[in-house]
C-alpha cells in the first residue's frame, strides 16, 4: 500500500513563499511519476506539476516561473517550492504518484494566500 503524506501547507500573505513536501512510503521515487494537484472551492482537481521517472518536470501555465517541483530520492521525498504566492493559488494541494498503472494520492494540504 502506497501512503503519501504532505506537509508545508498555510497562511501566506500574496508575494510569499510556501514550501510543500510529499513523503512517499515506496523507495525508488525517480520510478515513478510523482507530482501535485490542487482544488479550489468550487473548481476541478488541477494539475500544478509534474516530475516523470526520467526526470523531466511539466508545469501549468499559471505556476511557471513561480514555483519549482523536485525530487530527492534518497529521502523518498518530493517537494513544491512555490514563491510570488498569489490570492488565486489558494486550494487544497494533494500530492500525486502514478506507479505501475496504478493512481495515488495524499490527504491534501491546505494553502491559503490572502491579498
Known amino acids: 500500500q502506497v501512503q503519501l503524506v504532505e506537509s508545508g501547507g498555510g497562511l501566506v500573505q500574496a508575494g510569499g513563499s510556501l514550501r510543500l513536501s510529499c513523503a512517499a512510503s515506496?523507495?525508488?521515487?525517480?520510478?515513478?511519476?510523482m507530482g501535485w494537484y490542487r482544488q479550489a472551492p468550487g473548481k476541478q482537481r488541477e494539475l500544478v506539476a509534474l516530475?516523470?521517472?526520467?526526470?523531466?518536470?511539466n508545469y501549468a501555465d499559471s505556476v511557471k516561473g513561480r514555483f519549482t517541483l523536485s525530487r530527492d530520492n534518497a529521502k523518498n521525498t518530493v517537494y513544491l517550492q512555490m514563491n510570488s504566492l498569489k490570492p488565486e493559488d489558494t486550494a487544497v494541494y494533494y500530492c500525486?504518484?502514478?506507479?505501475?498503472?496504478?493512481?495515488?494520492w495524499g490527504q491534501g494540504t491546505q494553502v491559503t494566500v490572502s491579498a
Open positions: 500525486y504518484m502514478m506507479r505501475l498503472g496504478y493512481d495515488y
Open positions: 516530475i516523470t521517472s526520467g526526470g523531466s518536470t
Open positions: 515506496v523507495l525508488r521515487l525517480n520510478t515513478n511519476t
